[in-house]
């Protein structure tokens, strides 16, 4: 793990990365981060969300597995940040209705290395889109400024060494409402009664026991090589049953009610949703954009970071259980499937 030493060789500008001797590099900073600057035309708020980081989380696989997660806290509702501190996975919810001016306040501790928030998909100005090394990395705190235009399904992450901080669990959900609120997918319609989320990632193991700083200054650590040994959705080791029948992963309703299922493909293989014709899916937004004519589906491939909403309109009462199979990149090998359901009643 990242230690003192290499956070004041971070700091001075040093190589920290492989040892004494490795070739290539010497003296050149393999990871500098700027001050971050004050948040331009900054204005008054509608709604602020104060964001700090863990680094100290944990999630428990239904094998008894313990897998280091790192994530966010939302430290206005008492939860602490640090290297030791450990919170919510996923991070705690963003929500807020279409045109709402926002502020995301993240402070990163002194000693949990540097950290930002990219709100995906929102597309926000360049100061405020926390990519890392593009714009500016957090260490101290960072006011990101921004107002989101078109309801749906969002995530916000880190954008720091992404490969691996994304994998680790430094993400959360963020869902715009129209103006409607929620209950209103998009201005004007379709409605619906209840919602199902599924943030489904793929997790390899072997990558949680790394430093934040990994692979940055050249090594190889393994970051090319994605083996994943969990399947997650929202948080839930999905392999089995534990994402059955688990509000909000899952979802209840009755014959003549609408649900809403919010899907965001958090992993890094290709994913194949697989939702039972029953259902009656339609998509209705795809990547925070509403489609021109809504689409009819019983499954489809997603690739990472896209979002899709849809909503199920059964006919008939059933237990459907909706299923993602995680599908190497390459080969095209089926890794493992997360499962969740929708119980629809008469
Ligand atoms: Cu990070």
């Not at 026991?209 to 839930?236: E, K, M, R, S």
Request: glycine share 14%; charged share 15%; proline share 7%.
């Amino acid at each position: 793990m990242f230690n003192v030493l290499e956070k004041h060789r971070l700091m001075m500008g040093m190589s920290s990365g492989g040892g004494s001797g490795g070739g290539g590099g010497m003296g050149a900073a393999c990871y500098v981060y700027p001050d971050t600057p004050a948040t331009p035309g900054i204005v008054t708020p509608n709604v602020v969300y104060d964001r700090s980081v863990y680094m100290n989380g944990s999630m428990t696989m239904d094998d008894g597995k313990v897998v280091p997660i790192w994530g966010f806290t939302d430290t206005a509702a008492g939860q602490m940040g640090g290297m030791d501190a450990s919170g919510p996975f996923p991070s705690p919810a963003m929500r807020m209705n279409v045109g709402t001016i926002v502020h995301t306040r993240l402070t990163v501790p002194m000693m949990n290395g540097i950290h930002t928030i990219h709100h995906h998909g929102i597309e926000p100005s360049d100061h405020a889109d926390g990519v890392g090394h593009i714009t500016w990395d957090v260490n101290g705190t960072y006011t990101y400024q921004w107002r989101p235009m078109s309801p749906g399904t969002y995530f916000y992450h880190c954008h720091v060494n992404t490969v691996l901080h994304a994998e680790m669990g430094m993400y959360g959900a963020l869902i715009v409402d129209p103006k409607e609120g929620p209950g209103t997918l998009l201005s004007g319609g379709p409605t619906y009664d209840t919602e199902a989320f599924w943030v489904v990632d793929d997790i390899d193991s072997r990558w949680h026991n790394l430093g934040w700083t990994a692979g940055t200054c050249g090594a190889d650590v393994g970051l090319n090589v994605l083996q994943p040994d969990y399947f997650i959705i929202t948080g839930v080791d999905a392999s089995g049953t534990s994402a059955m029948n688990l509000p909000p992963i899952s979802a209840n309703m009755t014959v003549g009610q609408k649900c809403l299922g919010r899907y965001v493909c958090a992993g890094y293989h290709p994913q194949r949703v697989r939702i039972p014709a029953g259902l009656k899916a339609k998509i209705y937004i795809s990547d925070g954009r509403a489609l021109p004519n809504p689409v009819s589906t019983t499954g489809f491939k997603a690739i990472s970071g896209e979002r899709y909403d849809m909503i199920f309109e059964p006919t008939q009462a059933g237990d459907y259980v909706v299923e993602f199979d995680i599908v190497d990149w390459i080969t095209g090998k089926v890794w493992g499937t997360a499962r969740t359901n929708v119980v629809v009643t008469s």
